[in-house]
């Protein structure tokens, strides 16, 4: 059975930072393109960024140039690496492959506060 395993979050101050991890295992990884998501308190989910089987990404213009999401097809892990934390990023975050998501992992908290 797969299993994501989201880890790396915590409480961080306003223009801090943060890097996110996701280890998947139970599956074929290399071959899927990988998002990173995130749900704040009574909003849905959405998605923050992706990056593609051959390394190609793409981020969510509310964190276009502050996030950088990576992946390490050996570790089966896919990064999120970010940067000038405002409190709007406050969120649970989440891994998942696109199209037809794994069962969910339980999400990382990563909540931005002075």
């Known amino acids: 059975q797969v299993q994501l395993v989201e880890s790396g979050g915590g409480l961080v101050q306003p223009g801090g930072s943060l890097r996110l991890s996701c280890a998947v295992s139970?599956?074929?990884?290399?071959?899927?393109?990988m998002d990173w998501y995130r749900q704040a308190p009574g909003k849905r989910r959405e998605l923050v960024a992706r990056?593609?089987?051959?390394?190609?990404?793409i981020v969510a213009d509310s964190v276009k140039g502050r996030f950088t999401i990576s992946r390490d097809n050996a570790k089966k892990t896919v990064y999120l690496q970010m940067g000038s934390l405002k409190p709007e990023d406050t969120a649970v975050y989440y891994c998942?492959?696109?199209?037809?998501?794994?069962?969910w992992g339980q999400g990382t908290q990563v909540t931005v506060s002075s």
């Open positions: 998942n492959k696109d199209s037809i998501p794994w069962p």
């Open positions: 139970g599956s074929i990884f290399s071959i899927y393109n």
């Open positions: 990056i593609t089987r051959s390394g190609e990404t």
